[in-house]
């Protein structure tokens, strides 16, 4: 199947410092790739929708000035939290979805845990 | 608006018994319907899903699920299950706009 990479798996920053997240889907083109929030025991939330080449299309309440996505190429979207606080402080998940439309499986990157300190 | 309830926050089972986890949906359309696995600090696998057809689906792991729509409920099941099953199991289902909405999961337990 279809295999979603994700780096780095766990990442520990100061506050006020910034992290960036890869997201790369290693044997297909992603047209599209999402990424998710997830809470101790919790389920996942949308944070944002990221297409190639356009901006991303961000979830109510997420706030775009926080969480920086790029989606360069078919194959990588990069999220960057910018000055990141100990409430950012979570498990993100990215995933990519080949093709269009919900017939389409989105595939899930491992994730990736981040501690701000 | 659409949205997936999964009652059964812990389950737990002893290995070899049968499994079915309950999840229901709302949404106003014929929904895409899908169960995840996630293993502890790991991203999500796909266990299988529902788009049209035959309601009873088979997926990985020996996992099946049945779409029922006058119950609006997507549960999943596995007649044997084991110690390796034990893991965080979603229900999602996909909107309109391609976007998958999750349930609040639930936890399976095997007892050795």
């Known amino acids: 199947g279809a295999v979603v990479s994700q780096h780095p798996s766990w990442v520990i920053c100061k506050s006020g410092t910034s992290v960036k997240i890869e997201c790369r889907s290693l044997d297909f083109q992603a047209t599209t790739m999402f990424w998710y929030r997830q809470f101790p025991k919790q389920s996942l939330m949308l944070m944002a929708t990221?297409?190639?080449?356009?901006?991303?299309?961000?979830e109510q309440g997420v706030e775009k000035d926080k969480f920086l996505i790029n989606h360069a190429s078919l194959t990588l979207s990069t999220l960057t939290v910018t000055s990141a606080h100990p409430e950012d402080s979570s498990f993100y998940i990215c995933?990519?979805?080949?093709?269009?439309?919900?017939?389409?499986?989105?595939?899930f990157g491992a994730g990736t845990r981040l501690s701000v300190l | 608006a659409q949205s997936v309830t999964q009652p059964d926050i812990h389950i737990t089972v002893s290995e070899g018994a049968s499994l079915e986890l309950r999840c229901n949906y709302s949404y106003g359309a014929t929904p895409y319907l899908f169960w995840y696995v996630q293993s502890p600090g790991q991203g999500l696998q796909l266990l299988l899903k529902y788009f049209s057809g035959d309601t009873l689906v088979q997926g990985i792991k020996g996992f099946e699920a049945e779409f029922k729509r006058s119950q609006s409920s997507f549960n999943l099941r596995k007649p044997s299950v084991h110690w390796s099953d034990a893991a965080e199991y979603f229900c999602a289902v996909a909107n309109r706009d391609d976007k998958i909405i999750f349930g609040k999961g639930t936890r399976l337990h095997i007892l050795p």
């Open positions: 995933s990519a979805r080949e093709g269009k439309g919900p017939i389409s499986i989105q595939y």
């Open positions: 990221s297409n190639e080449g356009s901006k991303a299309t961000y």
